[in-house]
């Protein structure tokens, strides 16, 4: 007898409530938010604004997405590939038309996702993943290079210290992040030492009060929308690219899924709120993300006390964390650098295996990124030469082949493989018109036409045949096939 009611199944607690698991994520909470203000404050240099604007970007970003976005885990904050593309604007009309670029760019972002951008995400190639997980540990390298030139020659001895402490501290133990550790205890031989090293406090004053919600200082006007559409369109492309290929990336590596859609749209509504609290907008930090995931975190707790802890450390704790040395942040970089690189992609064996193409559309992306220190361009070329090259190899599967007829009243023809754009090109010469009889069959059993390239290159043998007084029978369509082919034949030319 079927039930009247449902049966209740009584809901498990949050993992993040198990003690445990509450230690690892607030700890790498932290870390992750000590690793956040240098380069909160460079993005900010970068657009050109007030190193507070950044701070506070980091800080909603943060906190909201840990609640509207997909991905449990990574973190999303003020990020250098948002800097570059609202630069131009700060510099040219000011603070006002850059919030408002943001809020503008948030809701683009909510309307993408709604609409399913995500599922985009489908058509990039693992070889491209692979050239962006190795790109991003280039650039999350190359972003340290500054910080170890024209420095004291006791930054250097610093670093190896925090490396070793990264390295050798998880053998002592894993209830306390290694990084944190390394942050610690430079900070502590710096100060105690008194070594005069760069500092947190040299990029900039750190915010003393919490940002206050308001509106843009601008002019509503048509105007105002015209001259910062343009913006808030490459603003939210290039942090869906960016959050969606990171999540992605988390995806892996945690052997989890996430809700892309959510995340494009929790990405956009973090903007929006960002963009009212004065900030500079911002989408997934790749770098933060990994030291997250690395550290063990895997609930929305971490990214959550990431934002927390990252404003508390600037208003409470300001004048301590002004003083920690730039080189334990770069220490606890490079390492999450070395760690994201795919070494095994690199290895002889490896490349001795692979199709030379995956190897192409892997150096291109890498190559791109790393020029251009933009992800998303470097994704987006990095697929469109995945897809050359996989038209090339298909167009080749496509093959005529004559096929005896006992009777010999009538020639036939087998085609098969993918009748698309790029094979379909070498079709119509594949053909004796002049040397068959007067009707010809075309059997097309093991074919399968994809667009109207195809439908076209048939029409066009048909009217050669029949040109020549002879008539041509098409058979073996599948379904999909047969309605493509019916649907716009004879369609394709001005004559009918």
């Not at 090293?197 to 509106?215: E, F, H, K, N």
């Not at 650098?337 to 193409?357: E, N």
Request: with cysteine; hydrophobic share 55%.
């Amino acid at each position: 007898m079927p039930r009247l009611f449902p049966r209740v199944h009584r809901t498990s607690r949050p993992a993040w409530l198990s003690p445990s698991v509450a230690r690892t994520e607030i700890l790498s909470g932290l870390v992750v938010a000590l690793a956040l203000i240098p380069e909160a404050i460079s993005f900010s240099i970068i657009a050109g604004v007030d190193p507070s604007i950044g701070l506070f970007a980091s800080f909603t970003m943060a906190v909201v997405i840990a609640i509207a976005g997909g991905r449990p885990a990574m973190i999303s904050a003020a990020t250098g590939a948002i800097a570059l593309v609202v630069a131009p604007l700060a510099r040219e009309h000011g603070l006002g038309y850059l919030i408002a670029t943001v809020i503008l760019g948030g809701l683009i972002q909510v309307a993408l996702g709604a609409l399913g951008v995500a599922k985009l995400m489908r058509f990039v190639p693992r070889s491209v993943m692979v050239g962006f997980v190795n790109a991003l540990a280039i650039l999350i390298f190359m972003a340290q290079v500054p910080e170890l030139t024209g420095v004291p020659w006791i930054v250097y001895p610093l670093v190896a210290t925090g490396l070793a402490l990264m390295v050798f501290f998880p053998r002592v133990t894993k209830a306390i992040p290694a990084p944190l550790v390394s942050i610690a205890a430079l900070t502590a031989i710096t100060i105690g030492a008194a070594l005069a090293v760069p500092t947190v406090g040299d990029r900039g004053a750190l915010p003393s009060a919490l940002p206050v919600p308001g509106l843009p200082d601008v002019p509503y006007t048509l105007d105002t929308l015209v001259l910062i559409a343009p913006y808030a369109l490459a603003f939210a492309l290039v942090g869906l690219m960016e959050s969606l290929m990171t999540a992605k990336l988390v995806d892996d590596l945690t052997d989890t899924r996430s809700s892309k859609t959510r995340e494009s749209i929790g990405q956009g509504i973090a903007n929006i709120v960002t963009g009212f609290f004065g900030g500079m907008g911002g989408c997934a930090m790749i770098g933060q993300t990994m030291i997250n995931v690395k550290n063990g975190a895997r609930t929305r707790m971490s990214t959550f006390c990431a934002g927390a802890f990252l404003m508390v450390l600037c208003i409470v704790f300001g004048p301590w964390v002004s003083q920690i040395p730039m080189a334990a942040l770069v220490a606890v970089m490079i390492l999450v650098s070395v760690g994201t690189f795919d070494w095994h992609s690199i290895a002889p064996a490896t490349l001795k295996r692979m199709p030379a193409g995956e190897i192409t559309v892997m150096v291109v992306t890498v190559a791109v990124v790393v020029t251009t220190h933009n992800l998303a361009i470097g994704v987006v070329l990095g697929s469109l030469t995945a897809l050359v090259i996989f038209a090339r190899r298909v167009a080749h599967l496509a093959e005529v082949s004559a096929v005896v007829d006992p009777d010999g009243g009538q020639a036939i023809y087998a085609v098969t493989g993918q009748l698309f754009f790029a094979s379909s090109n070498d079709l119509v010469g594949q053909f004796d018109y002049a040397g068959d009889p007067d009707h010809v069959v075309i059997d097309l059993s093991d074919a399968h036409i994809w667009d109207a390239s195809s439908v076209a290159a048939l029409d066009a043998v048909q009217a050669k045949y029949a040109a020549r007084g002879k008539t041509v029978q098409i058979i073996g369509l599948n379904e999909p096939s047969a309605k493509m082919h019916a649907t716009l034949s004879g369609e394709l030319t001005g004559s009918h």
